[in-house]
């Protein structure tokens, strides 16, 4: 069975951090491009992190950068996103999701419908 499981999610204080967790099953994530997005409430979803299934490319929108970091543990077969510095506009609802892309030296999350496969989401709140 194909399954994305996401974790790590919470309360915390706005200059926090969180790393959420994305385990796969039933595929490799070796072989896919997989990205995060989220949704906050009333706004569409984004696309905020990907990398690609060799892991040498990664993209991040930018009112993340330099505050996340994807990593991809390929022995576990998870997909982390690190958050820190985290503010009151990041929370939202985190997804990992994947596509097959296997050798892929790029990604994007330009297009959400793109990606195969979708976890459940993990909530993240950011509230002093």
């Known amino acids: 069975q194909v399954q994305l499981v996401e974790s790590g999610g919470g309360l915390v204080q706005p200059g926090g951090s969180l790393r959420l967790s994305c385990a796969a099953s039933?595929?490799?994530?070796?072989?896919?491009?997989t990205g995060w997005f989220r949704r906050a409430p009333g706004k569409e979803r984004e696309g905020v992190s990907c990398?690609?299934?060799?892991?040498?490319?990664?993209y991040y929108v930018d009112s993340v950068k330099g505050r996340f970091t994807i990593s991809k543990d390929n022995a576990k077969n998870t997909v982390y996103l690190q958050m820190n510095s985290l503010k009151p506009e990041d929370t939202a609802v985190y997804y990992c999701?994947?596509?097959?892309?296997?050798?892929?030296?790029?990604?994007?999350?330009?297009?959400?419908?793109?990606?195969?496969?979708w976890g459940q989401g993990t909530q993240v709140t950011v509230s002093s």
């Open positions: 990398i690609s299934s060799t892991d040498g490319y990664t």
């Open positions: 039933g595929f490799t994530l070796r072989y896919y491009i």
């Open positions: 999701a994947a596509r097959a892309a296997w050798g892929a030296t790029w990604c994007h999350t330009n297009t959400s419908s793109w990606y195969d496969y």
